[in-house]
């Protein structure tokens, strides 16, 4: 099953993000304090501000009807759970929507609206290993709104155009249908929900966001640990993006940021409770999205991305006839021969696992063509439209039938 953002989503996606451009906001370079900080007792946003909300919100009404949401309500309801634990009563009172929604996007990034609307990359959340990681990265982006950095660094930006046709040309070189999203995004004036803030105001993030899921009970050094795990994944891909968590810099900066934070902790209480760390239950609601983002990958031709997700779904279902299959998939896209023996071996696998699942016999069928085994192509792409007769590829299938009866 592919699971992809359909190109023609992404584009619809262009005009859904840039209508937040065309309010604009002004040139101010006024400081802003924190939204915690007000003399009423309650949060007021200041008039541009507002109309960034507002714009905000309806970008969140056109995402949701345009097909670029990771269609999972459990897991959706999961993540906004974790986010209600950790969030400051005051960005209730605000009339802040502190509202998690996935991207089926492979790429290692979160985004977070003016109104506090947190956007995360399917590709990221496979990455993570524990709901305390989890926390991390919500609190980092719920800090960003709390400080307002949207409209602080909106009224820092002196050329608005100079600074689209910058980021434009940043993601231009980029594969796939993606970049017209990210040249969206950065029509709004939001293009360092990308590809990062300044310095200081990540720096403020970081430990307003720690701060955060510490006072919800999570485990601190699962921060480190979330980026250190990413920056391995960022070398292994060796394919530069002009995504916040997909740039080594940038992961360096997080990594020596949190160690510096974590250094400055007191020591825990001796009698106090174990802080949470959330593993097992991340891992069971986050099964499927590991899979399907695994998929992602392979069909975006990251195959040791794809693997790495896969053996780590296997490592604790190792009976997951899909997992199995995928993997096969994997090996022989990739096309070496010692990646066909693998290939050979993890179709057979998914077969024995689930006799009644159709793609590993068309993926065998596929390999056997290839390696000029006619009969054995022939039986195992007959065993597929057996088992699969509505498939939408039936006509391919039978055209390479055909073929191979010859």
């Not at 992809?4 to 937040?20: M, T, Y």
């Not at 720096?203 to 391995?232: H, I, N, S, V, W």
């Not at 597929?384 to 039938?401: I, K």
Request: with cysteine; aromatic share 8%.
């Amino acid at each position: 099953m592919q699971v992809v953002v359909p190109e023609g989503h992404v584009w619809a996606l262009l005009g859904i993000l840039a209508v937040l451009a065309a309010g604009g906001v002004g040139c101010q370079t006024v400081d802003l304090p924190s939204m915690a900080v007000s003399p009423s007792g309650r949060f007021v946003p200041e008039e541009d501000e507002r109309r960034l909300w507002n714009r905000a919100r309806e970008v969140q009404d056109r995402i949701q009807r345009s097909g670029a949401l990771y269609g999972d309500p459990a897991l959706t309801e999961y993540l906004n759970t974790v986010a209600r634990r950790m969030a400051p009563a005051f960005m209730a009172q605000a009339d802040l929507s502190v509202e998690v929604r996935i991207l089926k996007n492979p790429s290692l990034n979160a985004f977070t609206l003016p109104n506090g609307a947190i956007y995360i990359h399917s590709g990221l959340l496979a990455r993570m290993e524990n709901e305390a990681q989890l926390a991390t990265l919500l609190g980092h982006e719920m800090a960003h709104v709390i400080h307002r950095h949207p409209v602080r660094h909106l009224r820092d930006l002196e050329n608005k155009t100079g600074a689209l046709a910058t980021f434009g040309a940043l993601v231009a070189p980029l594969a796939g249908g993606f970049g017209p999203l990210l040249y969206a995004v950065g029509a709004l004036g939001m293009a360092a929900a990308v590809t990062g803030y300044a310095q200081e105001m990540e720096t403020e993030a970081d430990r307003e966001g720690l701060a955060m899921m510490m006072t919800a009970g999570y485990d601190p050094q699962e921060a480190t640990k979330l980026f250190l795990y990413l920056k391995e994944w960022v070398q292994e891909e060796k394919k530069p993006e002009p995504f916040f968590f997909s740039s080594h810099p940038r992961l360096a900066e997080r990594i020596e940021s949190y160690q510096a934070l974590l250094g400055g902790l007191p020591p825990a209480p001796p009698r106090s409770p174990p802080p949470r760390v959330g593993e097992e239950e991340f891992r069971a609601r986050t099964h499927g999205l590991l899979l399907d983002n695994a998929e992602m990958d392979l069909y975006a031709g990251r195959f040791l991305q794809a693997r790495r997700s896969l053996h780590a779904v296997l490592a604790r279902r190792p009976r997951d006839a899909r997992a199995h299959y995928s993997l096969a998939e994997s090996y022989r896209r990739q096309g070496g021969t010692e990646e066909r023996v693998e290939a050979f071996r993890f179709y057979q696998a998914a077969i024995a696992l689930d006799a009644g699942f159709a793609d590993p016999h068309r993926g065998l069928g596929v390999l056997y063509h290839q390696e000029g085994k006619a009969a054995e192509a022939a039986r195992a792409l007959e065993r597929y439209l057996e088992l699969a007769p509505e498939a939408v590829d039936r006509a391919h299938v039978r055209s390479l039938l055909e073929e191979v009866r010859k």
